[in-house]
């Protein structure tokens, strides 16, 4: 299985870039894909395939990456973006796996 | 619009069933694989199933293979989840979805197991 390993929790200040990262046990190529959730929300699809955004998802995300390394940026920070955020790799069927969430927080 | 809507949930006892369903619209439901993917409380997002658009093939983890079966009805856009042989360890809000990145999500419906 291939297991997503991301930091737990990530404190930034309003106006901020932040760097969110995804490490994958094994290679995924680019199918990486990226989730935001806020709080009693269902998960909302940010980025697909590493690096494309999804339609109607601002253009302070973006991500980039490939093979075992990813990383989701937010530039600037806003308060709407405080919530947990999750990578999901679909590159091995089964299974697909999601990392553990990394929740953003403000200073 | 894509619209997913899932029902069946509630609580149950541990080792018996319950099947859940989802209806789907806004989009040709026959040309897409679909999934189940449940969040326990407080915790993170776990994929559960997987069907493809004709529903001969189908994908599960290791923590639910044996116990859930996934299938679809093409002729009535929906998406269902057996879950037999339920454990405490399986609350959680279960969410459908489509493809095998998840562009959609419905509201999710909530399973309890619990005597």
Not at chain 1, 12 to 34: F, N, P
Not at chain 1, 39 to 53: T, V
């Amino acid at each position: 299985d291939t297991v997503l390993t991301q930091s737990p929790a990530l404190a930034v200040s309003l106006g901020q870039r932040v760097t969110i990262s995804c490490r994958a046990s094994k290679s995924v190529s680019t199918y990486m894909h990226w989730y935001q959730q806020k709080s009693g929300q269902q998960p909302k699809l940010l980025i697909y395939s590493a690096s494309n955004l999804e339609s109607g998802v601002p253009s302070r995300f973006s991500g980039s990456g490939s093979g075992t390394d990813f990383t989701l940026t937010i530039d600037p920070v806003e308060a709407d973006d405080i919530a947990n955020y999750y990578c999901q790799q679909s590159n091995e069927l089964p299974p697909l796996t999601f990392g553990s969430g990394t929740k953003l927080e403000i200073k | 619009e894509v619209q997913l809507v899932e029902s069946g949930g509630g609580l149950v006892q541990p080792g018996r069933s319950l099947k859940l369903s989802c209806a789907a619209s806004g989009f040709t439901f026959s040309n897409y694989y679909m999934a189940w993917v449940r969040q326990a409380p407080k915790k993170g997002l776990e994929w559960v199933a997987t069907i493809s658009t004709s529903g001969s093939r189908t994908y599960y983890p290791d923590s639910v293979k044996g116990r859930f079966t996934i299938s679809r009805d093409n002729a009535k856009s929906s998406l269902y989840l057996q879950m037999n042989s339920l454990k405490s360890e399986d609350t959680a809000t279960y969410y459908c979805s489509v493809g095998d990145w998840f562009a959609y999500w419905g509201q999710g419906t909530l399973v309890t197991v619990s005597s």
